[in-house]
Every structure is written in C-alpha cells, then in structure tokens.
C-alpha cells in the first residue's frame, strides 16, 4: 500500500542530463511545460515528443522505470480524456444515449492526454536526473529573489531537503508499525474502505508521536552542530554553470520558437 | 577545558495557569573540572542527570544556577553559543535522527557550512573527517544504508570536521551491536591519542570506560564518585547501589576475594585475572 509510493524516485547513473545544473533543469522544466501548451498541431506534438524521448535516452532512464512513473496518472488522465472527448461541443460524429461524440472532442481528448504525459514526463525527468539535495539548492537559487520580500527561502529548502532524507526513515518505520499491529491481531487488508480507514488509526498515531520525537532530537542535533539559520552560512557544493547548461538553454528556447512557428 | 562551578539545573513542570507544580532536581551543586587531551567517562543509571551534565556541556542547556566555562567561555551569555559548540562538539544515542543530509559527505559537511569554512576548505576538512573514522568508503553512500555502528561513526564525522577541542558522546553506543559498539569506542579511543581531542563519554556501559583516564558516577544529580577505572570498579557494592555494574570480570574476581582468595582489589581485565589466578598463591 504505503510501500509502493515513489515520487519521482532519484535514478542514479553518469550522464550529460544529470550533471546538468539543476537550475537549468528546473527553469527548463518550467519553459517545457510552458511550450507544451503553445502547439496545436501535430507537428508540434511530434516536436515536443521526440525531445522528450531524445531526453530520456540522453538520461539514460530505462524506458520502463520512466514508464512504471507514469502509474498515478493513468486515473486522471482516462477521467481527463473521457470528459474531453465526451463534452467537447462540435460536429457531431456519433451518438450514444445522452453523449455524443465530436471531432473536436477526440481531438481535445488526444491533445490534452498527450499534453499530460509530457507534462508528467519531463517534470518527473527533473527528480530522475537531480539529487534532492541538488534539487533543493537549485530551488533555494532560483526562488533566491523572494528573500526580498521576507520569505524564508532557506529555511524552506532546508525543510524540503530534510523531509526528503526522512521519507525513507518513516517508511520502514510505518511498515514495523504495521507488523507490529499484524502480530497483535489487526486487519488492514479485509473490511469496506471506511473500515480500513480507521484501521489506519493504530498506525498514524504511533507513527506521529516518533516523527516528533525524531522532529525534537534532529533540530537538538543540528543546533548542537552549530546551525542557526541560512546567516554566514557557506556551501560545500556551491551551483556553478558549466558550458552544457548554456546549450541546453539554448535547446529550450530552440524548443520554444519551434513550437510558435510549426503550423 | 570544561570548568563546571556548583552547577545546578531544574527541570520546572508548570500547570496550564503557569503555576509551578513539581521541580526536578537534575543536577545538584556539580563541580567539574576536565582538562586538555584527558578522556573522561561520565556512568550513571537512568534519570541519574548525565544526559543533562552533557548537553551543559554543549550550551544547549544553561545551569539554573552556577556557571559553565568552555575554555574560559561563560556558557549564559548567548553570543558564546557558536564558539562553544564548535569546540565542544556532541554526539547523540539515536544515528538516525542526527544525521541531516541523504549523502554521507554532505553530512559530513553540515557543521563546517553551518560556521561559514570556505567550500574549498569544507572540502578537505570532509576528507580528513571521514579518513579518521575509517567511513571514506562510503562518502557518497545514502546513509539509510549503514549500520548503526558506521551511522554513529559518519556523526562523529561530522563534529570532527568542525575542529572541535572535546567531542562529547551521549551513549552514543545504547542502539547499537556489539560491533557497532565496539567500532564507536575504538574510533574515538584513536581520536584521544592520535587527535589529543578530549573525550567525555557518557554511558552505562561499564566494559568501554576501562581505557578512561577519570570516571565520575553520577547519581541523582550528584557526582558520587571520582576517580581511574581501578579506583572506581574497587567500590563493587557502592557501584550496585547506584543501579550499575562492574564489568564481568571485576565482579568475578570480587566475588572470589569475597569467598578469601588472595586477588588483587581490582581486576578489570580477562588476561588480568588469568594472570592472577596463575601465579598468585591460592591462600
């Protein structure tokens, strides 16, 4: 159930794409998406496809790890598809009780389905390609600006990072809580979804009370370490541009002029 | 280096009205004084104060009343904080929930970027780190998958890349093995002869405070007792009613001078006592 969730989950191989800088690959995930919704035909479609595959294989992802990622989705995207292709007023194709079928319908259909897989796809390339530390002080760079306006940038990215160091923790911990409980007699897996709903209950309040102690001995340790807030702090891994984050900028925009000028 | 002058510190429960309701005690009148390079132990039962004479030790607590110097620094006065942290560094018991990044180095280099080291010298203080511990395998491993013992050995890491004076371990080796616990005492028995880096290990262990210069037995916020390993593990009875034990072996032997064999008053060792049994006379 709970073992099975994988957001994005880090692949760690040598490749152009993952020594990127992950400033490039956040703000080129950001352009991405943004060209994505800028082409209508299916040139552009095909524009937009074939970088995202030449991406993937550039990655070195093996197509069925970046395919398994997809697995989420598919809920959303059948329910987007459908309402699309059944409620898109239009010449009428066929007919079926109330619904009716239109061609702009199954074209609306298609191309937001297909817009949705890209999306998915090149945002969840990003978690593929970047360690979350190097995820987390790309977004503290790229969002740097807000500290003008008091947002506690560091603090954020610091919390995001540390979140991310723990999921793993709290995930074998819930699974001990489950056996646990399993031993003493309990049932997750029988009874109706509010039944297994309150099942959860034996196992989130445990788990609770630990992430807070785990919450109070962490901040007691990382005070210890001399931590107090991003002021005079220094890197060990400072974001630096290199020559490939500049041609992948300029295969972005690339990307971008080619999808508003493909008919 | 570490001067505690009649330390007290009250542990005050208030009700939801801010009235006090009980005041605990956990740490009495304490004198302490530990020099330079020594390697001290600090033993004690449960709710016996330790925990909190160490994170004295560390400003992250303040007395009640009395003062705490590190290396003359007055730990009350806030603006000391960092200064005293960086010298006094501490390890605490659960691995887990003190290591802060998802990359053993970047671990490693938390202490050092937290007091602004230029990124080249974080560098080499890293490498230096993790040579000591015997951990520059594993620099760029996730540290979930670690043992406890190499968890604890990467966090001891961490404070050493700071250039800390005196590492302090809050039973540092409860959660782990007897591997884990042995590769712990090992590194930082090393670290106090090669590194002349005080020591002050806390714990209830009695078999890893025999290499100790000076142990102090606490008990209900009182130093009851002070003095080399021999001196102390002498005292089987008095150590009982503090709620510890002697190592195995001691209390071996101390049951045999019991029934009138003539053994030396301590024995802390195996080879120790078999040398004794060898060649002392059998009275």
Known sequence: MLRDLTIGQYYPVESVIHRLDPRTKFLGTIIFI???????????????????????ALAKLPPKYVLKGMRPIIFLLLFMMIFNLLLTPGEVIGEWWIFSVTKEGIYSALFMGLRLIMLVLGSSIMTYTTTPNNLTSGMESVFGFLKVFKVPVHELAMMVS?????????????????????????DFETGGPIKRAKALIPILVPLFVSAFRRAGELAEAMEARCYHGGDGRTKMKPLKYHKRDLVAYLVLVGIVVGEIFIP | MVNFDKVTFEYIRRDEEGNVESINKALDEIDLDVKKGDFIAILGANGSGKSTLARHI???????????????LDSKDEDNHLKIRQ???????????????????????????????PTKEIWERVAFALDKVGMTAYREKSPNNLSGGQKQRVAIAGILAMKPECIVLDEPTAMLDPK???????????????????IILITHYMTEVIGADKIFVMNKGNIKLSGTPREIFKE????????????????????????GMNLPECVLTV?????????????
């Open chain 1, 34 to 56: 943004v060209a994505l919704f800028l082409f209508k035909t299916f040139w552009g479609f095909l524009l937009a496809g074939g970088f995202i595959v030449s991406i993937i």
């Open chain 1, 162 to 186: 540390i979140a991310l160091r723990f999921i793993p923790i709290l995930m074998e911990e819930t699974n001990k809580i489950m056996k646990a409980q399993q031993a003493r007699g309990a």
């Open chain 2, 58 to 72: 560390n400003a992250l607590l303040t007395p009640t009343e009395g003062t705490v110097y590190i290396e003359g």
């Open chain 2, 87 to 117: 010298k006094t560094g501490m390890v605490f018991q659960n691995p887990d929930n003190q290591i802060i990044a998802s990359l053993v180095e970047e671990d490693v280099g938390f202490g050092p970027e937290n007091i602004g080291v």
């Open chain 2, 180 to 198: 884990g616990r042995r590769e712990v005492i090992e590194t930082i028995t090393e670290l106090n002869k090669n590194e002349d880096i005080t």
């Open chain 2, 236 to 259: 089987v009875d008095l150590l009982k009613e503090y709620q510890l034990d002697v190592p195995q072996v001691t209390e071996i032997a101390h049951r045999l001078r019991q029934k």
């Open chain 2, 271 to 283: 080879d120790e006592l078999v040398e004794a049994l060898a060649t002392g006379d059998r009275g």
